[in-house]
């Protein structure tokens, strides 16, 4: 490495995008062992701190500035389906403040982790179709990842359209285990279905994203409007700012001010056919869609009886896809919870909410692309 903190040689890198988000996957072999380290060469490489990230990856938004550190997974552990092939270690980096964290997971660079595997060599590619078991380091929590491998190479090819997202791509099915309470230890962190919170209802709940659910309604806004206009009303933010504080030390999650957990999502009545419709924020700017884990998390709260937006949402039938609407569409999940007496050692979680309830089954469908797989050089130290 040159004095400047510049790599003359470059670091292998493979931009894609992941579901509805964009970022950049690294071998954990090729960054610095040192977390602190490792943080420090990410910030230079995604152009952190700047709004504009004008000299990185980054595209200048939190959806856009995310990281994916992969590595075969030492110890082979694994939940009920069996061992994991990789570690997949999620960072979210900031864009004008500069920062990395942790503290949470993200579903939708989670899609591009098995393709990501199959490229580097870690996985063998079937010859028509390849599963990968996904260890997701920050909840030590489990996923499974399916998609096409025609004569042995990724096929993101496909006609799989996911809202947010232009054109269509080859799908990619991940089911999860142990999702609920994955972060925070229940799928109801709070102990309850149903708390008040700076004089707001909020159902808190963690089915692998520590989340705040609240009506859109109680916050003084109608729940359909765009990202840009609910992130322009100061007085909102503000609000939102304190449920989230105080929200978060319920949830036995302590300081949460460097931190992107918990969400925030306002609930509506759906508008176009879906169960629900939603407004995520991330802490503070909003989603344009929503997250996977967020998705299966909302799912997971509006289902249980007595929840913040259990009486406003449309519930699907038995077996119909939970469809979550959302700034740009929709997004369907597959969820499902029952008596813990009635989960049996198949489920989907061991968090288990008030009331005795487990998860039995979070899924989704998610599509990922390559961008470009080559080398990139991170800017000079400031």
């Known amino acids: ?56 990856l980054g595209g200048a938004h939190p959806l856009t500035s995310k990281v994916a550190v992969v590595s075969p997974s030492p110890d082979h552990g694994g939940g009920p389906g069996g061992p994991a092939d990789v570690d997949y270690l999620f960072l979210q980096l900031g864009v004008d403040e500069a920062f ?11 899609a591009g982790v098995g393709p990501f595997a199959v490229e580097r060599g870690l996985v063998p590619a079937g010859p028509e179709r390849t599963e990968v078991r996904i260890r997701m380091v920050n909840s030590d929590s489990v996923a499974t990842a399916r998609f096409a491998t025609p004569g042995g190479a990724v096929d993101y090819d496909g006609d799989l359209a996911i809202d947010g997202v232009p054109g269509t791509a080859g799908a990619i099915s991940l089911d999860f285990e142990d999702t ?20 707001v209802e909020v159902t808190c709940v963690d089915n692998g994203m520590p989340s705040v659910l609240m009506r859109a309604a109680d916050l003084g806004v109608r729940g359909d409007e765009a990202p840009a206009d609910l992130e322009a009303d100061a007085e909102l933010a503000a609000r939102l700012a304190k449920i989230r504080a105080a929200a978060a030390e319920l949830m036995g999650m ?35 869609s929503i997250g996977v884990l967020g998705a299966l998390t909302a799912a997971a709260g509006l289902l249980a009886p007595g929840s913040v937006g259990h009486a ?21 999940v597959d969820v499902a919870l029952a008596p813990v007496e009635a989960a049996g050692s198949g489920a989907a979680g061991e968090g288990t909410a008030a009331g005795g309830l487990a998860v039995v089954r ?16 991170p800017r000079p130290r400031l």
């Open 180 to 199: 609920a309470g994955s972060s925070t230890g229940a799928l109801f962190p709070t102990g309850s279905v149903l708390d008040t919170v700076e004089g």
């Open 1 to 56: 490495m040159m004095p400047d903190g510049m790599m003359p040689d470059g670091i292998p890198c493979l931009l894609m995008r992941g579901g509805t988000s964009k970022g950049a996957y690294f071998l954990a072999s090729d960054l610095p062992a040192d977390p602190a380290a490792r943080d420090e060469l990410l910030l230079r490489i995604m152009g952190t701190p700047d709004p504009r990230q004008i000299d990185g």
């Open 254 to 288: 302590g300081d949460v001010s460097g931190t992107t957990v918990p969400k925030l999502v306002l609930l509506s009545e759906p508008r176009a056919g879906g169960a629900v419709s939603t407004r995520s924020f991330l802490p503070v700017r909003v989603h344009t």
């Open 362 to 377: 979070s899924a989704a469908l998610r599509t990922a692309r390559k961008i470009f797989d080559g080398r990139v050089f």
């Open 100 to 110: 990395v964290t942790d503290r949470q997971n993200c579903g939708n660079l989670l």
């Open 312 to 332: 406003l949402a449309v519930l699907p039938e038995e077996g119909a896809p939970f469809r979550i609407e959302h700034p740009t569409g929709h997004f369907d």
